[in-house]
């Protein structure tokens, strides 16, 4: 069974940098995609980036520009670097891959203060 544990999030101000982890533990021998979520208080969980085994990467538009995704240790780590955070950034941040496992990691929190 695959774990997923996230990392690095904090309170920041509005303009500044943090670098959220993701570490994948178990059979990952199946998994192509990771991605990386989150969800703000009161509102549904939204995909954010996601990166592929070959490294190819994808980001919606409210992150764009301003986030980069990487994955190390044979997939078994996965890092989102955001830069100008907002404090529309508020969130809780997930990993999981793509198609989704059913077991979701306990998140990392991001606030971020104007």
């Known amino acids: 069974q695959v774990q997923l544990v996230e990392s690095g999030g904090g309170l920041v101000q509005a303009g500044g940098s943090l670098r959220l982890s993701c570490r994948v533990s178990?059979?990952?021998?199946?998994?192509?995609?990771m991605a990386w979520y989150r969800q703000a208080p009161g509102k549904q969980r939204e995909w954010v980036a996601s990166?592929?085994?070959?490294?190819?990467?994808d980001y919606a538009d409210s992150v764009k520009g301003r986030c980069i995704v990487a994955r190390a240790n044979a997939g078994k780590t996965v890092y989102l670097q955001m830069n100008s955070l907002k404090p529309e950034d508020t969130a809780v941040y997930y990993c999981n891959a793509i198609p989704n496992l059913a077991n979701w990691g306990q998140g990392t929190q991001v606030t971020v203060s104007s």
């Open positions: 990166i592929s085994e070959d490294h190819f990467t």
């Open positions: 178990g059979s990952t021998s199946r998994i192509n995609v």
